[in-house]
C-alpha cells in the first residue's frame, strides 16, 4: 500500500489566517491525489481532485498544488465553517489510501 | 440532486454477519464505480472496497476474502456483504460515488453513513 502521511496532524488557525496543510506519498503518485473536508458527526466532503483541481461549488479560498510525491492544500481565508478535519487521498494505486487526517481547530 | 444512503448497520457478535446497503438516486447508477469507506470511531478514514460499472471488485487486504460488493443496476444499488466480523471491523460505513479525472480517481459523493458495531 502507498503510505500517506499529513503534516500537522493539528493545526490552530484564527479567522482570516492563511493556513496550508502538507500531504507526503511514499512514493510518486503523479497528480492523483485527492484532498476532502470533514466536519464534526458529518461525512467527508471533496474539495480538490487531481491536487489542484477545484470541486464545483468548493469556494475559491480552496487551493492544492503539488506532483509527484509532496503536495498542499491551502486555504486563503479562513472561514469559520472551515474548522474541520482534512484529509489527502491517493488513487495512484488501486489500494487508495487517506493520509491520518490534519484537525483544524480555532485559536 | 445526487443521494446515497445506507441502510442495514447494527451491532453483531464477533464472527456474525452483516449485509450494508446503499440507494442511490440522481444520477445514472450503471454509470459508475461505487465504493465503500469506514471509520473507526476517533479515527481516519478507510477505503474498504470498490465495484466498477462493468462489475469488476476490489478490496483492502483487510476485508478481502470476508467481505463481497455487488451492485444492482435496476435498483440503483450497491451492497457489502459482510462475514466474519471482528472487533476491528467496527466503525461508520459511508457508501461513495466514484469518478475519475485522466485515470484519478476520487470519491465525489457520500451518504451519511451506517454504524457497524461488532463487540462481544
Known amino acids: 500500500d502507498i503510505q500517506m502521511t499529513q503534516s500537522p496532524s493539528s493545526l490552530s488557525a484564527s479567522v482570516g489566517d492563511r493556513v496550508t496543510i502538507t500531504c507526503r506519498a511514499r512514493?510518486?503518485?503523479?497528480?492523483?491525489l485527492n484532498w476532502y473536508q470533514q466536519r464534526p458527526g458529518k461525512a467527508p466532503k471533496l474539495l480538490i481532485y487531481?491536487?489542484?483541481s477545484l470541486q464545483s461549488g468548493v469556494p475559491s479560498r480552496f487551493s492544492g498544488s503539488g506532483s509527484g510525491t509532496d503536495f498542499t492544500l491551502t486555504i486563503s481565508s479562513l472561514q469559520p465553517e472551515d474548522f474541520a478535519t482534512y484529509y489527502c487521498?491517493?488513487?495512484?494505486?488501486?489500494?487508495?489510501?487517506f493520509g491520518q487526517g490534519t484537525k483544524l481547530e480555532i485559536k | 440532486e445526487v443521494q446515497l444512503v445506507e441502510s442495514g448497520g447494527g451491532f453483531v457478535r464477533p464472527g456474525g454477519s452483516l449485509r450494508l446497503s446503499c440507494t442511490t438516486s440522481?444520477?445514472?447508477?450503471?454509470?459508475?464505480?461505487m465504493h465503500w469507506v469506514r471509520q473507526g470511531t476517533g479515527k481516519g478514514l478507510e477505503w474498504v472496497s470498490a465495484?466498477?460499472?462493468?462489475?469488476?471488485?476490489y478490496y483492502s487486504d483487510s476485508v478481502k476474502g470476508r467481505f463481497t460488493i455487488s451492485r444492482e443496476d435496476a435498483k440503483n444499488s450497491f451492497y457489502l456483504q459482510m462475514n466474519s466480523l471482528r472487533a476491528g471491523d467496527t466503525g461508520v460505513y459511508y457508501c461513495?460515488?466514484?469518478?475519475?479525472?485522466?485515470?484519478?480517481?476520487?470519491?465525489?459523493?457520500w451518504g451519511q453513513g451506517s454504524l457497524v458495531t461488532v463487540s462481544s
Open positions: 461513495a460515488r466514484g469518478d475519475h479525472d485522466f485515470g484519478n480517481y476520487y470519491f465525489d459523493y
Open positions: 440522481g444520477f445514472t447508477f450503471r454509470n459508475y464505480a
Open positions: 465495484i466498477g460499472s462493468p462489475g469488476d471488485t
Open positions: 512514493q510518486t503518485i503523479s497528480n492523483y
Open positions: 487531481a491536487a489542484s
Open positions: 487521498q491517493q488513487s495512484y494505486s488501486t489500494q487508495y489510501t
